[in-house]
């Protein structure tokens, strides 16, 4: 019995191989490759043309980019648009919580300036602001249908820089209101029956407790405004105010053969602010993430490093295989 056993046959006799000789192969992906070879293709297209065409006349754009003219009407772009976004914001959250009133009259007050405001154009509003001393000489305060206590030469207060600010501060509110409305309805309805339980003021719960949290979804949401609003300071050129875009207008009036490096100046510029504007608001949205996300989203440089070990690692175990 013995023997038989120790004669006995291995059922396989073939051997595993080494872990080192094991590869597992990626899986292929084809379409993806040839969409993306397709893609650089169509880019390196248009960086070629935008290179090569004498058309926009690159020597043009280096010469007006750093003007005096055209960095003075971007300094009054930024003036208007924080002014603007500061204001906006400010009469966005008083329209919200009027929304969100129980006052009937608060609540219908605030749903027809927002219905007015997101209706008509913003050009329309600057320019009836810009006209309105043709309307009313004089503003005054006082008793409704009796004496007036103050008066204002409205001619004296609607600067060029008064009227773009209130036209599109007042503008920007409506937008504002239904965003702040919006970020305050997606608190969770516990946060604030918890917050009612423990008894704290009404005014309390809404700047420590409900507010905050609401900023992660209205971060997002009005920095698409404020970019908006950054592009929306170009219609001031319109109430006689040279921002950016009014300067190039301005100077492709002197200089009608440098019409398109000015504009191209221009697009320069407004990509610069808004791209300022969207690294800004991803901090902000990953500040104001903590404690609703497991790990903090990585920033830019930490993806690039983490890309770049990835490649070390990936690199390092080719040349072991």
Do not use: C
């Amino acid at each position: 019995m013995s023997e038989s056993l120790g004669s006995a046959v291995p059922l396989s006799t073939t051997e595993p191989r080494p872990a080192a000789a094991q590869r597992v192969l990626p899986l292929r992906h084809p379409g993806r490759w040839i969409a993306s070879a397709i893609v650089l293709v169509v880019v390196a297209q248009i960086v070629h043309g935008l290179a090569t065409n004498p058309f926009f006349q690159w020597d043009r754009f280096q010469y007006w980019f750093l003007r005096p003219t055209i960095l003075d009407g971007l300094l009054i772009t930024l003036e208007v648009t924080l002014y603007s976004a500061v204001l906006g914001l400010l009469g966005g959250i008083l329209l919200a919580l009027a929304r969100l009133s129980e006052s009937p009259v608060l609540r219908a007050v605030s749903w027809v300036y927002i219905w007015l405001f997101r209706s008509v154009p913003l050009i329309v509003v600057l320019l009836f602001l810009y006209n309105f001393s043709a309307l009313y000489k004089t503003l005054s305060l006082g008793v409704p249908f009796g004496p007036a206590i103050l008066t204002f030469d409205e001619s004296r207060l609607a600067t060029d820089m008064v009227v773009a600010v209130v036209g599109l501060s007042l503008n920007e509110a409506a937008y504002a209101a239904e965003v702040v409305r919006g970020g305050i309805l997606s608190v969770d309805q516990g946060q604030h029956e918890a917050a009612s339980a423990l008894g704290l003021p009404k005014g309390y719960q809404f700047t420590r407790i409900v507010f905050p949290q609401a900023l992660r979804s209205i971060t997002p949401n009005y920095v698409n405004q404020l970019i908006g609003l950054i592009k929306g300071t170009s219609l001031v050129f319109y109430v006689s105010l040279l921002d950016l875009f009014g300067s190039v207008q301005s100077m492709g009036s002197t200089y009608p053969g440098d019409i398109v490096p000015l504009l191209l100046v221009a697009t320069a510029w407004y990509l610069i602010l808004t791209s300022v504007v969207s690294v800004v608001q991803f901090y902000v949205e990953r500040y104001y993430s903590r404690g609703a996300l497991r790990s903090l989203p990585p920033t830019p440089l930490q993806k690039v490093r983490t890309g770049l070990r990835d490649l070390r690692a990936r690199a390092r175990k080719e040349a072991a295989i």
